[in-house]
């Protein structure tokens, strides 16, 4: 196992294999701890926002509005991003004297760290993951002799879920057909934004609009998405990939594809 300590002489990037180690140890005792939480822009993803919003005990939509900012990517898609406190130190809501108040529920990018992911498109259809640790000169984690193995540290921090649950989502962010024009269409972003993110007001949508009568949904699958965020999640992003990227991954129902033809003109 290849050993990498951030101590070591900086020349260039150093890429870890998810079988590389690495020190690293962060405990109450150190002297910076809660330090990383301060002034810092931390993106949610939405699997972070389901949780933190269960964990909070609020509605996604409550969730949103008082603790996140949202801006609008290179793609013309909304981002989420962690709204800090305005303190002095621009302190995340969530931090307490003793930690974060939801712990079992931080985002992905707290879970990970040190580690910053350096895969790319390439290497991620190759099957492969490469990781560098972020060079924090403040943070006393580096500082000891304690070693584990990036895929270790993983499984330890409980990321593979959250990259489970996002695999489907950056999937459709790396489709070549998002990045060839930027989206200008604000009813296309609202689109995006509230499958993705407001996952409350989107289960809304499906059962207070005319999405059921449209699409063939199994009955089973409707009961589930009643009370299951994952669940409705998935299905939301199925209905990103057909609305935005014409992927036959929700069937019209035959009555409505047939009234649809009959008023173009199409027998």
Not at 83 to 89: N, R, V
Request: net charge negative; proline share 5%.
């Amino acid at each position: 196992m290849k050993s990498f300590s951030a101590a070591e002489e900086k020349k260039g990037l150093t890429v870890l294999t998810p079988e590389d180690g690495f020190r690293f140890h962060c405990h109450p005792g150190r002297d910076c701890f809660n330090r990383c939480c301060r002034n810092i822009t931390i993106f949610l993803t939405p699997y972070d926002i389901i949780r933190m919003k269960s964990a909070a005990e609020m509605t996604s939509s409550e969730f949103l509005s008082h603790y996140t900012v949202t801006l609008i990517g290179d793609a013309g898609l909304p981002v989420v991003v962690l709204k800090m406190q305005e303190d002095e130190e621009k302190t995340c809501p969530f931090v307490c004297g003793g930690g974060c108040r939801i712990y079992p529920d931080r985002p992905w990018a707290c879970r990970i760290y040190p580690l910053k992911p350096e895969s790319t498109k390439i290497t991620e259809k190759a099957g492969k993951s490469y990781y560098s640790v972020m060079e924090v000169p403040f943070c006393q984690g580096f500082d000891t002799d304690r070693e584990i193995a990036v895929k270790e540290w993983i499984q330890e921090q409980g990321v593979g879920p959250y990259m489970e649950m996002e695999a489907p989502f950056k999937k459709i962010l790396a489709d070549n057909r998002l990045g060839q024009t930027k989206i200008t269409n604000e009813k296309i972003q609202q689109m995006f934004y509230l499958a993705c993110y407001d996952v409350d007001r989107f289960r809304r949508f499906v059962f207070e609009s005319t999405f059921l009568d449209r699409f063939d949904i199994q009955e089973d699958e409707i009961e589930t998405i009643r009370d299951d965020d994952l669940a409705l999640y998935q299905l939301a992003l199925r209905w990103i990939e057909y609305g935005m990227l014409a992927q036959h991954v929700l069937k019209v129902k035959p009555e409505v594809l047939a009234a649809g033809k009959k008023e173009l003109g199409i027998e």
